[in-house]
């Protein structure tokens, strides 16, 4: 007579499959091991980044807001003043001088805020040029060095 087999037999070495599969505590405790070692080795070099990675922001961000000032320049023949702001480069000024040719769909979608939340000083005439484009760092006072350092659209390449 034949016996039919069951087709998962409970008693079959399922005690010995499960030993084998996962990690030992050993082995995790090498993984920590090595994961602290690592972030000893990058998290202080990484650390000083932040500061580098605002002031790179920032310079961009005035590179952008420069060009759509001469884009409006282009446009009408004159700066915004410093009372129109560069408010002036995303809504069409209503104060004088009103820009006969100001783009329809403006020059920006936004004026961008600093990297440190607050909005980009525009003066016209600048100091430096025609027109200054800048921030004043991490402090918000004028002056200052490192991360407290101003930026502005002179200080560009």
């Keep these: 007579m034949l016996r039919a087999q069951p087709a998962f037999e409970p008693d079959a070495d399922v005690s010995d499959t499960s030993r084998e599969a996962g990690f030992s505590l050993l082995e995790l405790m090498v993984v920590v091991v090595i994961l602290s070692i690592l972030a000893l080795v990058i998290v202080p ?60 769909k403006g020059y920006m979608d936004r004026v961008p805020v600093d990297p440190w939340g607050q909005p980009y000083q525009y003066l016209q005439p600048g100091v430096h040029g025609d027109f200054d484009v800048f921030t004043f760092g ?3 006072v004028a002056g200052g060095s490192g991360a407290n350092q101003d930026i502005g659209s002179w200080t560009q390449n």
Aim: net charge negative.
């Design 138 to 140: 991490a402090d918000g």
């Design 45 to 104: 070099r990484v650390i000083d980044r932040p500061d580098q990675a605002r002031a790179a922001r920032a310079q961009s961000d005035i590179a952008a807001v420069a060009s759509a000032v001469q884009l409006y320049r282009l446009d009408n023949f004159q700066y915004p003043t410093t009372q129109q702001g560069l408010a002036a480069l995303v809504s069409a000024p209503t104060t004088d001088p009103v820009p006969q040719n100001w783009a329809t």
